[in-house]
């Protein structure tokens, strides 16, 4: 698919993300530092973009947090009175399970080309101010503000929903993170459609150097 080709009005609102400069002066200055501490530990940096599992470590981690929210939230839908301990219970796990898997996802932003830097800092901020949220609602339910837990964490579930839409679009449109970096560059004698339309320089929203 080509820019072009774009019909969904989604699509080309990331799209749009993707050509904007308006978070390059934040990229900028964040980057580098990211870039030069992974640098400076390369075994840790290894283990971030998952060179161990031979396969990019952040997407498998996401579905962790993702998947003990949502649980939390079909509790708190369905479950009644009686559920709310364990919808607590999985909101405070999904709160620890988002830490590794946001460190890995910083990895990976740092090493990635231009365009996946812009779409990953909205994708980054959205998620961020979800887990925000969802630590406010297991403090409310903590202190015995339960509906008012179940509106936050509702909130947040519609923050995060959008921060994995723009997770699709960096893998499946944009290539990200660069293969390189978990193990072969690629197996493929031919590239994916969209390796080949976001070009080989890292500027570009290429893959990166390794």
Not at 4 to 9: K, Y
Request: proline share 9%; charged share 20%.
């Amino acid at each position: 698919m080509t820019r072009t080709d774009d019909r969904s009005a989604a699509l080309r609102a990331v799209r749009s993300l993707e050509d904007s400069p308006a978070l390059d002066p934040v990229i900028e200055r964040v980057r580098p530092v990211v870039a030069d501490l992974l640098a400076r530990r390369p075994d840790v940096a290894a283990l971030l973009h998952g060179r161990p599992l031979g396969h990019a470590l952040h997407p498998v981690l996401t579905d962790v947090p993702i998947g003990l929210w949502s649980s939390a939230v079909v509790l708190d839908v369905t479950g009644g009175p009686s559920a709310r301990p364990h919808s607590e219970r999985l909101i405070g796990m999904g709160i620890l399970a988002a830490l590794p898997t946001a460190l890995t996802g910083l990895a990976d932003w740092a090493v990635s080309g231009r365009r996946t830097r812009r779409v990953g800092s909205a994708h980054a901020a959205l998620n961020s101010v979800g887990l925000g949220l969802f630590t406010a609602s297991w403090v409310l339910r903590r202190r015995g503000a339960h509906t008012w837990g179940v509106a936050a964490s509702l909130a947040a579930t519609g923050l995060v929903g959008a921060g994995g839409y723009l997770g699709g679009h960096m893998t499946s449109r944009l290539g990200a993170p660069p293969r390189g970096l978990s193990g072969p560059p690629t197996t493929r004698p031919t590239p994916d459609a969209d390796e080949v339309e976001v070009g080989a320089a890292p500027e570009d929203g290429g893959p990166a150097a390794v």
